[in-house]
């Protein structure tokens, strides 16, 4: 630290330097109030030092900002610094492949595709390929090649109603949350491209409705679109709406990725006449959405409900979504399968690292399993009960190229979605000002003239260009493996770098369960040896003590 000169602090003794701001700012509004009473200078100037002095005769008295008490007039300068200090980072000090939380590699992908620029790169790679955690996916000799980049699963495919989905959709992302503009342009966007759009547990709002792209209608725990005045289940109001043909698919929200296990209250203010009417809530009255469900208590119960919610859609397939949590309680959704006979049509796992809200920073950071287990650990269960092939798995986790679509479907996803991903195609720049409505692109915000930047047609082609491009670059990766479909890829197609030296197959790195292997009692993995007898059809608590895994 520079040592100041002797001078200054025997000065600073009688008189603290840090106030030499504010007396500066005194001196000059009175010399320039002499000189503009002679004619001298403009009386702008008098005014803004006259401000200025005013300003740290409040800061010396105010009494929440300690900063301002010692430091008036200049102390500002420390919160506008504050306050500019992320786009700074991401503007001017950020690597391209510094991820906070998307790096600026994988915004610029999205960005490009979505413009339909170029998105092809010089000078190879600028990914350390000998770090840690480095990974790829091997090459043919024998390259394919396909005639359609349009990757298709059929969900539910033994139902009344069963869905052509695209590998690549829309995640969760609800109308409130977004803007009513970006809520049009995604949709506009899904019909063009012909891929789903989740609407999120805020329910099916005249937006999603205008364009008529294909909706997978989310159901959480308030029962948004499909509840009583008391916020209980609706069947009646469930039905008229699920059985409009625009609804492809239902979707039973038991958790979510970005703040597992937790609530969320939409203030009262925030309840507009178009939210209120979308999610069948009073106007300007605080919206709960309460931390479980009400309609069921155990798995056995919450089978039954999905089963009712099938029935009610008129055939239409009907799953669920969580993070995975407490395994026992996993466990014992499984139980319940094999103990009804009833079976989801298909199972979306959130990772822990998602989410478009915000949440409260523990749970963002630290509550619910990342993709990578959770995925794995339903892939693994769902094959050693026998039950794999009955239910397709969706996933969404910071999924925006081709190799991230790769890289889940070899660790058992049959499809993704992404949020973020298609919040960028919109032109959100990542300011991580979602929650306080003054989103600088319009993608977060209610407010009426933010939300104009987005002009539907133009982010609606966006959107379609983001998707088609993605899985334009999915195909290539596919032909070079070899293969015909992307559900032909495994873990032995992913290589995973230990160290400089070493690497391994996902397939030999990760733990993979053989079809019946939990029926017959064959699984050694500590999860499934440790919680499986723990779990019961008839209650998410766990039946036993909890054991430590060794």
């Known amino acids: 630290m520079l040592a100041w000169p002797g001078w200054t602090r025997r000065l600073n003794q009688h008189f603290p330097l840090r106030y030499a701001t504010w007396v500066l700012c005194g001196l000059l509004a009175l010399f320039f109030a002499v000189r503009w009473m002679g004619g001298l200078a403009e009386g702008l100037l008098v005014l803004l030092f006259l401000a200025l002095s005013l300003l740290g005769l409040r800061d010396v008295r105010q009494t929440r900002h300690s900063i301002l008490r010692n430091y008036p007039v200049i102390g500002h300068l420390r919160f506008l610094l504050e306050f500019i200090r992320p786009e700074i980072r991401q503007y001017f000090l950020e690597g391209d492949t510094d991820a906070a939380p998307f790096s600026r590699a994988q915004r610029s992908i999205v960005y490009q595709r979505a413009k339909g620029d170029p998105d092809q790169r010089p000078f190879g790679t600028q990914l350390d390929v000998g770090v840690r955690g480095y990974e790829w996916i091997n090459h043919s000799l024998v390259p394919t090649h396909l005639t359609s980049h349009d990757f298709r699963i059929t969900i539910g495919a033994s139902r009344a109603q069963p869905y052509s989905a695209s590998v690549f959709n829309i995640s969760a992302m609800s109308f409130g949350a977004l803007s009513a503009n970006a809520i049009l342009a995604l949709n506009r966007g899904a019909k063009l491209g012909g891929f789903a759009h989740d609407t999120g547990e805020g329910s099916i709002s005249v937006h999603h409705r205008q364009h008529g792209g294909d909706l997978i209608w989310e159901i959480g725990s308030g029962y948004f679109g499909c509840r009583n005045d008391d916020g209980s ?11 409009d043909p625009q609804v492809k698919m239902i979707e039973l929200k038991l958790s979510q990725g970005a703040k597992p296990g937790h609530g969320g209250v939409l203030p009262g203010p925030k309840v507009t006449p178009e939210i209120a009417a979308a999610r069948g809530v009073p106007i300007g009255v605080d919206c709960i959405s309460p931390a479980r469900h009400s309609a069921f208590s155990t798995p056995v119960e919450m089978m039954r409900f999905i089963e009712q919610l099938r029935t009610l859609s008129g055939g239409k397939p009907t799953g669920f979504k969580l993070c995975i949590g407490h395994p026992w309680e996993w466990f014992a959704i499984c139980k319940a399968m094999l103990e009804t ?4 049509d298909f199972i979306v796992v959130d990772g822990a690292e998602g989410g478009t809200g915000a949440a409260p920073l523990e749970f963002t950071n630290y509550v619910g399993a990342p993709l990578q287990e959770g995925l794995l650990l339903i892939h693994n269960t769902l094959v050693g009960l026998n039950l794999r092939d009955k ?33 960028f195609a919109l032109g959100c720049i990542q300011a991580q000002a979602c929650h306080t409505g003054h989103c600088p692109t319009g993608v977060t915000t209610q407010d009426a003239t933010r939300q104009r930047a987005i002009v539907v047609p133009d982010k609606a082609q966006r959107v379609a260009n983001f998707h088609q491009n993605t899985l334009k670059a999915l195909k290539e990766l596919v032909e070079a493996a070899g293969l015909c479909h992307p559900q032909e890829i495994t873990a032995q197609h992913i290589v995973h770098r230990l160290d400089k030296h070493e690497v391994k197959l996902l397939a030999n790195l990760l733990p993979f369960v053989e079809p019946g292997a939990i029926l017959r009692g064959e699984v050694q993995h500590n999860t499934f040896r440790i919680y499986w007898p723990l779990a019961s059809a008839h209650s998410f608590a766990p039946q036993g003590d909890i054991q430590r895994s060794p």
């Open 233 to 243: 289940f609706s069947a009646g109001k469930f039905q008229a709406a699920a059985v």
């Open 341 to 344: 006979g009833i079976t989801p």
């Open 391 to 423: 239910i397709k798995i969706g996933c969404a986790g910071k999924v925006t190229s081709a190799f991230d679509i790769v890289r889940l479907m070899a660790l058992g996803a049959d499809w993704c979605n992404s949020g973020r991903g298609f919040m």
